[in-house]
């Protein structure tokens, strides 16, 4: 689940464009498996604080996660979001799945909280299922040169606010993704790592954003994200700029 959590954290991955979509059928996720170097994530361990820093056209951003706990089928995070316009403070649970041999979130669960000038603070929950299980990459070994299908996803998303609760269904259209190197290494101003370098698509509705992300091989945190335009150039990029322990 680690490229679906980072794409969470800048608020790119998983967003309406639309308050309804018909539900459609799709066929069951494959992977293909060549030879080649292998490596197997780990979970994140308890306590692990990432702080990283996120450039785009439209301002900076900076966050930082604290890993409560990560399991096989559910990780727990709070982050401290700051952006030009507000700072947030995120209660994050994602509940996932195995799929054959792909993995996939099957529920998304946020709480936010903002301060607000003289109004305090504002709470947002936001509840979202997806319908098939949105894949985020195989379940075990990632090898290079290794591909996955994305089959188009419906979210049921469900918030609540002070202005109430709200529903939509999104149905996201499908996409790819493909293990690029194993062992890449990557420097970034947290330092040097060792990484599972994929390429794989941030989606949102009838949007597909092309994605690189470069993955430690030994903390299985995210260090680095580059989106990409169409023509292949970076848009926005994140990079880890420390963690502890």
Not at 55 to 80: A, E, L, R
Not at 192 to 206: A, D, E, M, W
Request: charged fraction near 10%; include cysteine; hydrophobic fraction near 35%.
């Amino acid at each position: 689940m680690r490229s679906i959590l980072i794409g969470c954290l800048v608020a790119v991955s998983i967003a309406p464009v639309s308050n309804a979509a018909r539900r459609r059928a799709t066929a069951p996720p494959s992977a293909q498996q060549p030879s080649g170097n292998c490596h197997t994530f780990g979970l994140v361990a308890a306590g692990t604080q990432a702080s990283y820093l996120t450039t785009t056209s439209n301002g900076n951003v900076t966050f930082t996660i604290t890993w409560i706990s990560d399991t096989p089928t559910q990780t727990k995070t709070t982050q401290h979001v700051v952006t030009p316009q507000a700072t947030t403070d995120v209660e994050t649970t994602l509940d996932g799945v195995v799929s054959g041999n792909l993995r996939g979130l099957k529920h998304l669960y946020t709480k936010s909280t903002t301060a607000v000038p003289f109004l305090g603070n504002t709470i947002v929950e936001v509840d979202i299922d997806f319908v098939p299980a949105l894949i985020a990459g195989p379940s075990a070994g990632w090898c290079t040169n290794e591909t996955w299908s994305v089959p188009a996803t419906t979210e049921t998303i469900v918030s609540k606010s002070l202005a109430g609760q709200q529903s939509s269904i999104v149905t996201t259209i499908a996409s790819a993704g493909q293990v690029l190197a194993v062992g890449e290494s990557v420097t970034v101003p947290a330092g040097t790592f060792q990484t599972v370098k994929y390429k794989s698509s941030i989606v949102s509705g009838n949007s597909v954003q092309p994605a690189i992300t470069w993955t430690d091989m030994s903390r299985s945190i995210v260090v680095k994200q580059d989106t990409l335009d169409s023509a292949g150039n970076v848009t926005t990029s994140t990079q880890l700029t420390s963690v502890q322990p």
